[in-house]
């Protein structure tokens, strides 16, 4: 499935991925290959996800997801370093 990743100031990661995690408002939830639509908000936590290029992990501060045909769109308040 395609994921992007935006904040309000740059785009912090598009790519294929396998799965991803996120810190959802009622609780962790993860997204796979053609999973149901949804749209979720985030609280702040830990996003990881898992592509070609390995498992990567980004800690958001809040955000909402959107899964929609195969693509996963991630818009986050920011990313902490």
Known sequence: MHLEILTPE??????EVSIATFPGADGSFQVMDH???LISLLKAGTVEYKGKEGAHQIAVTGGVVEVLKNKVILLADSVVA
């Open 35 to 37: 999973h149901a639509p």
């Open 10 to 15: 740059k785009k912090i990661f598009e790519g």
